[in-house]
């Protein structure tokens, strides 16, 4: 075998900024927690399997930030899944519920079928009772007076106490515990182990780092977001902030308002390279537009209807 056609060899990937996460938790909530388990993978995995992929396709995004920048843009979302995570996290049963929507991980759950639950429930303070959105039939909106809202804490004190006290006199009358957990309310915590491949970990982000998601579901998210992934790959993190988190996608029918009303500036000439000198797509001395800034002026050459 030629030296050229000798296999690359391969290291593990670490990422330091992880290492030191590794078995620290983050609280969420008033007795959730997220904590990093393991990890695969980081930013240059996404690298090296794209480079396999595309083979000479690459070259011309040739520094690493900017490849990663370049899938991201343009949705070639494979090289994202050779990165993997394994999280365990503590939250209640109706925010498991949506989480485990996302059906793309591994997961293994706390089982109380097999152990005694756990006792903790998720507590709302006073302020916290938020009310039914008139317009979004599965979103809140606006909160209860405090009054009223200290009115609901105790009751829901009374309640999880009560379902505790039945729970507990079902198991130490050695009632079956699949059996004795059936009254347990909703926002008794419950544990999983969840490992996800980085593609879908995002795809999860986006959707519950969102400001329509839940309240609940979005402190994981953003705690999982901002002092995990950030950390783990801060490349990706940051092309996803800028085109995915960040970024609005025009619909067909909205870039014909746009052309029809003429919002756009028609006098805006897309060809003169100083509207983007401010975002560093310049090069050759400022007399040409390097891939994204290219990218740019043909979505302006589209809403323009030329």
């Not at 843009?73 to 209640?92: C, D, G, N, Q, S």
Request: charged share 30%; no cysteine.
């Amino acid at each position: 075998m030629s030296e050229k056609e000798m296999p690359e060899y391969v290291t593990r990937v670490s990422v330091p900024e992880m290492d030191e996460l590794l078995d620290k938790t983050f609280p969420v909530l008033d007795n959730g927690f997220v904590r990093v388990v393991d990890y695969m993978g980081g930013d240059s995995s996404i690298v090296q399997a794209a480079r396999v992929s595309y083979g000479t396709g690459t070259k011309i995004v040739n520094e690493d930030r900017g490849l990663i920048r370049y899938l991201m843009r343009h949705r070639h979302t494979t090289p994202f899944e050779m990165a993997e995570i394994k999280l365990h996290v503590r939250t209640p049963m109706d925010n498991w519920r949506q989480w485990i929507r996302h059906r793309t991980a591994n997961v293994n759950e706390y089982s109380t079928r097999y152990s005694i639950a756990i006792e903790d429930k998720q507590k709302t303070a006073p302020e916290e009772w938020r009310m039914q959105s008139e317009n979004n039939k599965q979103g809140s909106e606006g909160f209860f007076p405090l009054e009223q809202g200290r009115y609901f804490s105790e009751r829901e004190t009374e309640l999880h106490n009560i379902a505790q006290e039945v729970y507990n006199e079902r198991i130490e009358a050695g009632m079956a515990r699949e059996q004795a957990r059936k009254d347990l309310p909703l926002s008794t915590y419950t544990e999983a182990y969840w490992k996800i491949d980085l593609h879908n970990l995002l795809h999860f982000l986006s959707l519950r780092m969102d400001s329509h998601a839940q309240f609940e579901i979005r402190q994981y998210a953003t705690i999982i977001g901002e002092e995990i992934v950030s950390k783990w790959v801060p490349y990706v993190w940051e092309a996803f902030n800028d085109y995915v988190l960040n970024a609005v996608t025009l619909t067909g029918p909205e870039i014909e308002i746009l052309r029809e009303n003429q919002i756009l500036n028609p006098n805006f000439d897309p060809e003169n390279l100083e509207h983007y000198r401010g975002q560093g797509w310049l090069i050759n001395k400022g007399t040409e537009l390097r891939g994204e800034g290219k990218e740019f002026q043909d979505k302006l050459r589209k809403l323009r209807g030329k």
